[in-house]
Every structure is written in C-alpha cells, then in structure tokens.
C-alpha cells in the first residue's frame, strides 16, 4: 500500500512562485513515473506534468517554461516548482503515479492565485 501526502499550497499573487510537495510512503520512483494532476472550479482533473523514473519531464503547453518537478529520492518526495503563477493556475494540486493508480489519490493541496 501507498500513501502520497500532498502539501504547501497557499494563496498568492500573479507572478509569485509555490513549491508543492508529494511525500510517498515509500519509494515508488524507480519503478513509475510520477504526475501532478490538478482540477480547476468546474474543469475535469488534468495532468500539468509528469516525470519518469530517469527523470525526464513532459508538461502540458499552459504550464511550459513555468513548471518544473525536482525529486528527492532520498525523502521520497517530489515536488512541483511553480513559477510565474497566473490566475488560470487556481485549483487543486494531486499527485499519482502516470498512469495514476485511483487507490494513490490524496487529499490534494490548494492552490489560489489572484490579485
């Protein structure tokens, strides 16, 4: 069984940077990839971006440039580095497994960019 805790959203201003946090309960890395999905006020749940077990990354064109996921295997975390944030990026921030596994959901993490 695995857990994964999302963390450290907030609410900021247009331009400002988060870094979110997905801690796993045990190291999953090696052998999946790994995603950050997010749902948006009244928009299905989508993938942003994703990084694979030898650490290349594919992202979604509305977070291109602005979106990075740093890992750190040895805390079994990854993370999502957001920067430049727009109010487009409000929603609610999960992390799974690509594919994603429906058992791994979290709780997930708010995000709120406004003025």
């Known amino acids: 069984q695995v857990q994964l805790v999302e963390s450290g959203g907030g609410s900021v201003q247009p331009g400002r940077s988060l870094r979110l946090s997905c801690a796993a309960s045990k190291n999953i890395f090696r052998s999946h990839a790994m995603g950050w999905y997010r749902q948006a006020p009244g928009k299905e749940r989508d993938l942003v971006e994703r990084i694979t077990s030898g650490g290349s990354t594919n992202h979604t064109d509305s977070v291109k440039g602005r979106f990075t996921i740093p890992r750190d295997n040895a805390k079994n975390t990854v993370y999502l580095q957001m920067n430049s944030l727009k109010p487009e990026d409000t929603a609610v921030y999960y992390c799974?497994?690509?594919?994603?596994?429906?058992?791994?959901w979290g709780q997930g993490t708010q995000v709120t960019v406004s003025s």
């Open positions: 799974n497994t690509f594919p994603v596994r429906e058992g791994y």
